[in-house]
């Protein structure tokens, strides 16, 4: 079994940034391949970015291209998302998922990721 626990979310201007944290517990956390997504209201939850076990592969939405950054610290068991020059479409729950693949690739699509974070707040205000 794998916990997830997001933190970092929060009210910010159009411009600013937040970095949202995922910290995990329970199975090797390394293991796993990690994803962020995203659910606005009225929306479904769409793919913001994915980094591989190692690190070494990352993907992103086309939407947060240039603008976001996912990393993992695998000694802290936590992964990041350092989120820069938010606009207000930003603004969503934001979720922290593992896909217990073990692969070192990235999946985007939400059924490929089997444990879930109870999401984070992020509102970006014009």
């Known amino acids: 079994q794998v916990q997830l626990v997001e933190s970092g979310g929060g009210l910010v201007q159009a411009g600013g940034s937040l970095r949202l944290s995922c910290a995990t517990s329970?199975?090797?956390?390394?293991?796993?391949?990690m994803g962020w997504f995203r659910q606005a209201p009225g929306n479904e939850r769409e793919f913001v970015a994915g980094?591989?076990?190692?690190?070494?592969?990352?993907k992103y939405a086309d939407s947060v291209k240039g603008r976001f950054t996912i990393s993992r610290d695998n000694a802290k068991n936590t992964v990041y998302l350092q989120m820069n020059s938010l606009k207000p479409e930003d603004t969503a729950v934001y979720y922290c998922?593992?896909?217990?693949?073990?692969?070192?690739?990235?999946?985007?699509?939400?059924?490929?990721?089997?444990?879930w974070g109870q999401g984070t707040q992020v509102t970006v205000s014009s």
């Open positions: 998922a593992a896909d217990s693949r073990y692969w070192d690739l990235v999946a985007v699509s939400r059924g490929e990721y089997e444990y």
């Open positions: 980094i591989s076990r190692s690190g070494e592969n990352t």
């Open positions: 329970g199975r090797t956390f390394r293991n796993y391949p």
